[in-house]
Every structure is written in structure tokens, then in C-alpha cells.
């Protein structure tokens, strides 16, 4: 078959188990397109020779029971996996092998995927464009110079371009919805306390959420049932009950309230975000779903919010980078001399930007004024929320303000940059479920998304409207392959 | 309470000085492993063998609360008559140090899990109360090592992640003595409850001094400075004579006293500025986003009560009550809990005919000697309970003198031997037989009827002599009160 890599995971699942497919030729399929496609640099790491030996191992004993059998799969760096580079996409951890895997990564391992390397991403997730990698930008599939957004830059990139069948990607402020928009696929950034963090280089604690990143919906749904686990290493992870999310996914959302907030409407949105937003209504209504106008007061606080409270938490996280213990160290005349130099050479200017921040509004004589007003503020956001969620099921809002920008347009305004996240950053700090999917193009042709916001736990909800969505809208990503050519 | 005959205070010319100090005790939760991950805690073992990828601060690594330490903390406020929070906070303390992996300290700042309790002193002339201000739980750091290379510093981690509680007092103690009396104390029901075994010097509980100075009679508090770090209570008292002094000196000069943090250096007996307040660090405590808020139930919290053991000072009470000790022997037996176990197991097995006060001064005079010459604890006694009941009653029922007793327990202290056996093997039972002391007092007589003659005519000081000659010639063991009554009989 030589369309191995435009198969879906749930085709390529199915094919494997028919055994008409191998894991062997279907990992060789992945790793020649990704060697194909250098010139995306979505990789940081790769580990093809690895990945082709397990294919064969696995395929000299297959276990098709597993949910992944033999599946190849490329992950963001910001997963620890076990002897295999970890860099988070900073000089700091650059010569990072961790001797220890992350609690998410595992359990696709034991449903039988195999790791073929390591994404590339915004250094530390900080970013929304990819652009502050140490390992250099990363194309957009789409076309060439556009960003594939961030800071699961690789990871989109590597989805939409057909590098792996399915990844995982982290979204601590919209890091997996907006590359899903940016890209013409799909992401889920589930409940907070849904997946362990535990592995994952820490960004801002109290938001990072890992989640799966696909071309489809019941892709997204296969392998969130499969990272969504309780894990006592994680003392915010959540004992719910989880459901099959794929098992149980359906199309019927007859009767499911979907709200419609009025303060998503931003000043400056491009008509067609606008155009988009109205044919999304229009498709939830003709999936029988009913929508409501709803108020989400604190929206516009929610992005200085963010950038209060993610810029404290990561100046602290990000402390244990000094040079001492692993990673990258700069010589020093004494400890504080070698610190600086480290902490200096070592991250890149929009990390230094943040942990100034964060330092900044976590010091004594201004906590008060931001930290703690922060907290304030993202309650009020939550319960924002909580109200809506009285009347309706779920929120259906743009993904993103605008399309994907081009490489180098927004760098030297951060502002501007922050701005891309001001549809996703709400549900990260009310901690809720949101899956962003892809539902048109705007004139340039380039992919828009669609975002569905749940109620905490509800992740099947969301996922279900999205799959009754998906269907009616019947988006076709436009992959020239520009890059290979 | 303290009356004015111990107060501690320091003169200068025509001024008196009250010295006003409150105390962070820093005690190690005694615990297999650490606050938030599993390392083993044991003190001594090889430099970074205890140490997880949680306490290095690897990447992606998160901590995760020890359900014991907590516990342990909680037995300690109950300990302290304190105040439990149900719902507390970790919070990161943030700094930069090559021994501290995460480049913060998990600790509590605003929400500890223990608030207000108090400690009763005994001190001689009289009881003292002491308030505490809250107990927290918090992390240790590692060790950095200096003096291993001239270029290079070496890093321990072991201690890294250790759970620590810190005892912050209110500013009530007024003297180095309620110092040593109060950190005892802390130490003696720590140890009662199993929470910190107070070890110092292994550096289980050590201690910041806060000292300040004021004029006698004053309300108003001085401004203080805090000594980092004080190991051991000889040298906490000492820091604080020198620091006291040092602040009324600066008073009486017409200076003025900065707050700062200064070191105690235990060679030269003085304390030297470590950092003023203006070098202090802003530590930009916030609540840790790894951690949700420590939240305990009150059944969790009475479950714990119900099962804390008889602390020290109603162990004296029932001493006192039912033993008929004196308020001073029933301190000395509860202060440590090991001492209290002993003394109870030496009452239990003198049965029903016992001698308490006989059984008191025994521990508290030879055995503690021994301890203290062996350098030993109670726990590491060469006598059995069992086998010192057994010589209490001994001498009790007139089977041996006190003083042959203590030749007896000497021999005990081999092997820990029975001493009714030693007292057969050796023959060193008591000569109760009239008879048999009156013909020896006979011979006695009749080998110095010079001396029984002076007797008579009023030179009574050889009554000891005759005593002395009679004693010898038994060995020893002659019963002395029939030796004084035949004496007597037959020197009339």
C-alpha cells in the first residue's frame, strides 16, 4: 500500500489487526515520509532505527489486542522518555536522556504504539509559533513560511504533513488548539487532572495538560481513552470515572444546548473568523443541537490573567535549570557566576521574558497587586463558567482570532503574539475541556478551527459534538506536499 | 510563675537588662522516607545513596505528600496542645543554592497545619508556660561540602526532601536556662510521640535563636537579631549570653541594634552578621501548583488523639499521685521517655512489698552513674529493670545492706547477672543472726577492753570504731541496726 500515511490511526489500527498491514511496513512508511520531509523540521530527536527495530520485534509476535498495535508515533519533546533526548526544545536540556518515562507516554507504549522520535516545539512551551525553539523553526504543511502555531508546533506540523498517524502534544494556554486550527487538525486539551502530568517538563503547573493531536475526531477520541489515567504520581490528578471515549462515541447531539458567548466576539476579528463561527451554529443546528446565547463576563481578563499566573508558576519551575545537576552549564568564575551565565546562555529570550515576569509579579511588594489579583480574577473566570454551564451542555467559540501568520511576522511583537491565545487561554484557567476542529479555510486557504469548550469531565460530550460537527462540515486539508517536492 | 530570685538579667551601671527569646526548632520528622517522596531518610549513609529522581528535581518530576509525615506532625501539635488546622498550604520558598535541586523549598507560609499550643517548663522555681506560635512541615535541603577540593564544591543530596517540622515559639522565654528547659521539653514529648528522636548531634533538632534585649520592666520589644542554625543547647545558651551582652553594649554605647541574621561561630564564642535585613531574600513564597491543599478530616484528626501515648507531664501528675514521688524525682523519671519506660518496669516488677523512694535514688544515683560514665542510654542499660527490682527488694527485706548492694550491683553490670545468684555464689547474704553478731561483738570486746573502757568513761566517738571493727569482721555483712543494738547493749 503506498498510501500508507494518509490513513487515519483508526485505518491503520483496523489494518494491522486484518493483518494487511504490518507494524514493520507501516513504521517504514512513517519514517521515510519523515525523512522526506527534513525541510519541516519537525523533529528534534529522531529514533527511527529504534522505532524499525520494535516494528519488527512486534511483528514477530503481534498482540492485536492492544489498542495501538504496532503503531508509530512521534511525541512533543516535552515528554520524558525513557533513554531517548528530552530537550523541551531549550539549549539548557540539550544533551537531557532521561532515565525515567512519563506517566502518558507509558501507557501508549503498553497499548503497543512505538516511539518514532521527538517533536519539536516552543522552547520550554512557551510560544505560539514555534518560533522559540533552540531547534529552529517549524514549517506549516499548509504552506511554506507559515507557522504551524505553538507551542505544539512539531507536533501539528508532524500530523498535518503525514509524519505520524496520531501525537501528543501539551496545551497549557491554547498549545494544542491553536497548532490544531493553524494546521487543519484536531486537538483535545482535556480536564485539568484528566492526564498525569507526571514526565512532563513543567511549564505553568497549574494549567499544563497534555492531549491528543489527530486528523480526525474518533483518532482523538482512540487515544485520549488511552492517556487519560489516574496516576497517584500526580498529586492534581483526578479519580473520575472515564469513559471509553472512542467505544463511546456518537454523532447524536440531538437536543444538546450549546452556548454561544457574546464576548468572543472581539474587537478586530477578521469577518471571515466571524463568517466561520456562524456556519459552525448553523452545522450544530442541523446536528439537531440547539444553541443559547450565553455571557462569559471575565473573558477579557483572561489573557493578562494568563500571563500573570503562567509566567509565575514557570519562573519557579524552572529554577531546577541551573546548572548544577544536568543539562547544559556555562563556566563560572563562582556558583553565581556560573548560574547567570548558564540561566543566560542557556534559555532563549522569550523564557527569560517570562521568568522575569513571573519573578516579577511573585515579589514581595507587588504579589498582591498581581499573583494574588490573578487568582481572583481566574475564579471569577471559572465561575463565569459555571454559570453558563446552568444553561447549556457546552460552548462553541472560534479556535484561534485569526488564520496562521507567516514565519517571522509576529516575533518581534510579543503582544501581538499573546494575542493568538486569547480564545484558549480561558479554559486553561477554568481548567475545562476544549477540542478545537478544523471547520473551513479563509481566502487565503488556509485552515480555521472551531473550538468546543466542555463542562470538566465531560470530555466525551465535547468529543461527540465535535464528531456530529466533523461529519456536516466534511473539511478537506489541502496537503501539497510543497515541501518534499 | 518565675519568681524574682532567677530572673536572668544583665547589668550594666545603674541598668538592668530583660532578654526577650523566641525559638524556630527545626525537627526532623522521624519517618522511613521523605516528605514528598519514597528515599529512604537514614542518617549516615553514603553521600547521594538516598536520593530519588523527586529530590533531584529532575524534570517532569512531581512530589507527592508522605500520609505518615503528616500524621506525625499532627501527633506533634497534639503534643503541643495546639490548635490543628484541617486544611493547610505548601507553598515554594524560592531561592538559588547548589543544594537545593528544585531552586525552592517546600514549605507552609500562610496556612501551617499547626496553630497555637503552649509547653509547660518546670523550671526550679516553678512552672513556666510557653506559647507556640504554629507548627509547619517543610522540606531539608541537601549539604554543599567545602573542605573536600580547593576548586570544586561537593553536594549531598540525602537530606534533600527530608521532612522537617519547624516549632516557631512565641518571644516568652526570658533566660539560656528556659532555653535548655524549653528545647528539652519539645525534645522529651517529641520523643514520647515517636515524632523526632531529637537527636542533635545528627542535626534532628536544631535551632534559629531570635534574641532581643530591653530595658528591665519595658513592654515594648527590641529590635532582635536571629541566630541561624544553633546545633546543640550548650551552644545555644552560649549564643545567646553573647548575643544578649553584645545588644546591651550597643544600647549603653547610645547605638542602635540592626536586624539581622548572624551566626553563632562555637570556636570563638561569638556571633558575626551573616546578612542585615536588607540582604534578606525575598523569597516570593507562593502556593505550590504540584500540591493541592493539605486537607485532613476530624475523624483523621481523632483517630490520632485517641491513640496518643501518656505525654510527660501527665505521666508526672500520676507519678506524683500514685508513686508518692516528689514533684523533683517524678521530672528527672518523665523527662525522657526511656527513663520513665525503665522506672515503670522496676516498679511493675518489685511487686506487691516495694520501696519506691529506695527504687528512685537506685536509678537516679548508681544507675545513672553508670550511664553517665559509660556514656550509655537508659535504653542501652548493662542492668535490666527486672534485675535492679530485684535488688531493691533485696535490700527492702534485709536480705543484703544498702551497702553491700552496691558491690552487688557492681557484679551485676557483667552480663547483666540475676543478683540473688550473685548474692548466694558470693555469700554475701546479710547476717541477721543475733546470736552469731553478739559472739562476734564479744570477741570484739574482749580484743579492745581498753578502748571499751574509755567507752564507758565518756569517749563516745569509739562507738564508730566498735561499729567499724564489727562490720570487718563479718565481711560486711552483718546486719548494722543488730550491730548497733547488741553494740550498745553490751558497752552500757
Excluded at chain 1, 512486534?58 to 528530552?86: E, H, R, S, W, Y
Excluded at chain 1, 495538560?209 to 498529586?235: F, R, W
Amino acid at each position: 500500500m503506498s498510501d500508507i500515511t494518509k490513513q487515519s490511526l483508526t485505518e491503520l489500527v483496523k489494518n494491522i489487526k486484518d493483518k494487511k498491514l504490518s507494524s514493520t511496513e507501516v513504521t517504514k512508511a512513517f519514517i521515510d515520509r519523515s525523512e522526506k520531509s527534513k525541510k519541516l523540521n519537525a523533529y528534534i530527536t529522531e529514533d527511527f532505527t529504534s522505532a524499525l527495530n520494535k516494528a519488527k520485534k512486534f511483528d514477530q509476535k503481534p498482540n492485536l489486542d492492544l489498542k495501538l498495535p504496532g503503531i508509530p508515533m512521534a511525541v512533543k519533546d516535552l515528554f520524558c522518555t525513557k533513554d531517548v533526548k528530552t530537550t523541551a526544545g531549550s539549549k539548557i536540556l540539550n544533551n537531557f536522556v532521561p532515565t525515567y518515562e512519563s506517566t502518558v507516554t507509558d501507557n501508549i507504549w503498553r497499548e503497543g504504539a512505538i516511539l518514532l522520535g521527538k517533536l519539536n516545539c516552543d522552547e520550554f512551551a512557551m510560544g505560539s509559533s514555534n518560533e522559540t525553539s533552540f531547534f529552529g523553526n517549524v514549517q506549516n504543511p499548509i504552506d511554506k513560511d507559515l507557522v504551524p502555531g505553538g507551542s505544539s508546533g512539531g507536533s501539528a506540523s508532524a500530523v498535518a504533513g503525514q509524519l505520524t498517524p496520531i501525537t501528543i502534544g501539551t496545551d497549557t494556554g491554547g498549545s494544542i488548539r491553536q497548532p490544531a486550527s493553524f494546521t487543519g487538525t484536531v486537538g483535545l486539551k482535556p480536564t485539568y487532572g484528566s492526564c498525569s502530568r507526571y514526565g512532563i517538563v513543567a511549564f505553568a503547573s497549574s494549567l499544563d495538560q497534555a492531549g491528543p493531536m489527530a486528523q480526525n475526531v474518533k483518532d482523538c477520541a482512540l487515544l485520549q481513552e488511552i492517556i487519560s489515567t489516574y496516576d497517584p504520581k500526580d498529586s492534581t490528578s483526578i479519580d473520575f470515572k472515564r469513559n471509553q471515549y472512542n467505544k463511546e462515541l456518537t454523532n447524536n447531539i440531538k437536543g444538546k444546548k450549546i452556548g454561544i458567548p457574546k464576548e468572543y466576539r472581539v474587537d478586530g476579528m477578521p469577518k471571515e473568523i466571524e463568517d466561520l463561527w456562524q456556519k459552525g451554529i448553523q452545522y450544530v443546528k442541523d446536528c439537531g443541537a440547539e444553541t443559547i446565547d450565553i455571557s462569559l463576563p471575565h473573558t477579557s481578563y483572561a489573557l493578562p490573567t494568563y500571563y500573570i499566573v503562567a509566567p509565575a508558576e514557570a519562573s519557579s519551575n524552572l529554577a531546577r535549570y541551573d546548572g548544577v545537576k544536568y543539562g547544559f552549564r556555562a563556566k563560572g568564575e563562582n556558583l553565581i557566576d556560573m548560574y547567570e551565565k548558564t540561566r543566560s546562555e542557556g534559555f532563549g529570550a522569550e523564557v527569560q521574558r517570562r521568568i522575569m515576569i513571573g519573578t516579577y509579579v511573585l515579589s514581595s511588594g507587588y504579589y498582591d497587586a498581581y499573583y494574588l489579583k490573578a487568582q481572583k480574577v481566574r475564579k471569577l473566570i471559572k465561575n463565569d463558567f459555571d454559570e453558563a454551564y446552568k444553561k447549556v451542555d457546552a460552548i462553541l467559540t472560534p479556535s484561534t482570532p485569526s488564520s496562521a501568520f507567516k514565519i517571522g511576522e509576529k516575533t518581534n511583537d510579543p503582544v501581538s503574539m499573546y494575542l493568538n491565545d486569547i480564545f484558549t487561554v480561558p479554559v486553561n484557567l477554568a481548567g475545562l475541556p476544549g477540542i478545537s476542529i478544523p471547520a473551513g479555510h479563509d481566502t487565503k486557504g488556509y485552515p480555521l478551527g472551531l473550538q468546543i469548550i466542555g463542562k470538566a469531565f465531560d470530555e466525551q460530550n465535547i468529543l461527540n459534538i465535535a464528531f456530529a460537527m466533523e461529519e456536516k462540515i466534511n473539511f478537506k486539508n489541502k496537503i501539497t506536499d510543497w515541501w518534499i517536492k | 510563675m518565675s519568681k524574682k530570685s532567677s530572673e536572668y538579667l544583665i547589668n550594666r551601671k545603674d541598668n538592668q537588662y530583660e532578654v526577650v527569646i523566641g525559638l524556630e526548632v527545626h525537627a526532623q520528622v522521624l519517618s522511613e522516607s521523605k516528605l514528598f517522596s519514597t528515599s529512604a531518610t537514614k542518617f549516615g549513609a553514603e553521600p547521594n545513596t538516598q536520593v530519588s529522581l523527586v529530590d533531584a528535581a529532575f524534570p517532569g518530576m512531581l512530589p507527592v505528600i508522605n500520609e505518615f509525615c503528616v500524621k506525625q506532625a499532627i501527633k506533634t501539635g497534639i503534643g503541643l496542645n495546639a490548635k490543628i488546622n484541617k486544611r493547610s498550604v505548601f507553598d515554594r520558598k524560592n531561592y538559588f543554592y547548589a543544594d537545593l535541586p528544585q531552586g525552592y523549598q517546600i514549605s507552609q507560609f500562610k496556612d501551617p497545619i499547626v496553630g497555637e499550643g503552649k509547653v509547660i517548663l518546670d523550671m526550679p522555681d516553678g512552672q513556666k508556660e510557653v506559647g507556640i506560635e504554629r507548627l509547619h512541615l517543610e522540606q531539608d535541603a541537601g549539604k554543599s561540602i567545602h573542605d573536600l577540593d580547593p576548586q570544586n564544591t561537593f553536594v549531598d543530596l540525602n537530606r534533600s526532601g527530608v521532612a522537617l517540622m519547624e516549632i516557631v515559639s512565641k518571644p516568652d522565654l526570658r533566660s539560656p536556662d528556659e532555653v535548655s528547659a524549653y528545647i528539652k521539653k519539645l525534645r522529651s514529648i517529641m520523643r514520647y510521640l515517636g515524632t523526632c528522636d531529637g537527636n542533635m548531634q545528627e542535626g534532628s533538632l536544631r535551632a534559629d535563636v531570635n534574641v532581643s534585649v530591653r530595658a528591665k520592666g519595658s513592654k515594648e520589644f527590641g529590635t532582635r537579631c536571629e541566630i541561624k542554625n544553633v546545633n546543640s543547647i550548650k551552644f545555644m545558651q552560649m549564643a545567646i549570653e553573647y548575643e544578649a551582652n553584645r545588644q546591651v553594649d550597643l544600647i549603653e554605647e547610645g547605638k542602635s541594634i540592626d536586624q539581622e541574621t548572624r551566626l553563632f561561630d562555637t570556636k570563638k564564642n561569638e556571633t558575626r552578621s551573616m546578612r542585615s535585613k536588607e540582604d534578606a531574600h525575598d523569597y516570593r513564597y507562593f502556593p505550590d501548583p504540584d500540591l493541592l491543599p493539605l486537607e485532613v478530616s476530624d475523624e483523621f484528626v481523632n483517630e490520632l488523639k485517641n491513640n496518643i501515648p501518656e505525654l510527660p507531664d501527665d505521666k508526672k501528675k500520676r507519678f506524683i499521685d500514685e508513686f508518692k514521688l516528689s514533684p523533683y524525682e517524678a521530672t528527672i523519671l518523665v523527662s525522657d521517655i526511656d527513663t520513665a519506660k525503665y522506672f515503670e518496669e522496676v516498679v511493675a516488677k518489685m511487686g506487691k512489698n516495694k520501696d519506691m523512694k529506695l527504687a528512685v535514688n537506685w536509678i537516679t544515683g548508681e544507675l545513672f552513674a553508670v550511664l553517665n560514665n559509660k556514656n550509655l542510654e537508659i535504653s542501652q542499660s548493662p542492668v535490666s529493670a527486672k534485675n535492679l527490682a530485684i535488688l531493691v527488694n533485696l535490700i527492702k527485706n534485709g536480705t543484703i545492706s544498702g551497702k553491700i548492694a552496691k558491690t552487688v550491683f557492681e557484679l551485676m553490670l557483667d552480663g547483666d547477672k540475676d543478683p540473688q545468684k550473685i548474692v548466694e555464689e558470693k555469700g554475701l547474704k546479710q547476717q541477721s543472726d543475733p546470736k552469731a553478731i553478739e559472739a562476734l561483738i564479744d570477741k570484739i570486746i574482749n580484743d579492745n577492753r581498753e578502748k571499751a573502757i574509755e567507752y564507758k568513761q565518756g569517749k563516745e566517738k569509739l562507738f564508730g570504731f566498735f561499729v567499724g571493727q564489727a562490720m570487718k569482721a563479718s565481711g560486711g555483712k552483718a546486719n548494722p541496726q543488730l550491730i548497733n543494738e547488741i553494740l550498745k547493749k553490751k558497752l552500757q
